[in-house]
Nanobody, 126 residues
Framework: QVQVTESGGGLVQAGESLRLSCTDS????????MGWFLQSPGKERDWVSC????????WYADSAKGRFTVSRDNAKHTLYLQMNNLKPEDTALYYC???????????????????WGQGTQVTVAS
């Protein structure tokens, strides 16, 4: 089972960058495709980016394409999201979770029974 802790969020100005990290305290991180999700106040959780188990396949939401890069280091049990050229509309609580399937055009939802972490807050000021 994957048990995650997200970090790296903060308050930045528009145009600046952040790198989010998601660390798994379990033993099976490398077995799972992983995804980044965001949730803004009053809105449902939505996808940002996903990556398959070995990092060879990635998927991005349209809002993230060209600005965000997802990567992983299985030896460190860590998932990353490099966020460049941040915009005020990127402001949200960001979560990571294991997902079922990732292709270059599709990312499935978080696995059933996933236990969401606390998330990390990203706030982008204009």
């Amino acid at each position: 089972q994957v048990q995650v802790t997200e970090s790296g969020g903060g308050l930045v100005q528009a145009g600046e960058s952040l790198r989010l990290s998601c660390t798994d305290s379990g033993l099976t991180f490398g077995d799972y495709a992983m995804g980044w999700f965001l949730q803004s106040p009053g809105k449902e959780r939505d996808w940002v980016s996903c990556i398959n188990w070995n990092g060879e396949i990635t998927w991005y939401a349209d809002s993230a394409k060209g600005r965000f890069t997802v990567s992983r280091d299985n030896a460190k049990h860590t998932l990353y999201l490099q966020m460049n050229n941040l915009k005020p509309e990127d402001t949200a609580l960001y979560y990571c979770a294991p997902v079922g399937q990732v292709t270059s055009w599709y990312c499935s939802d978080a696995l059933p029974g996933n236990s969401w972490g606390q998330g990390t807050q990203v706030t982008v000021a204009s």
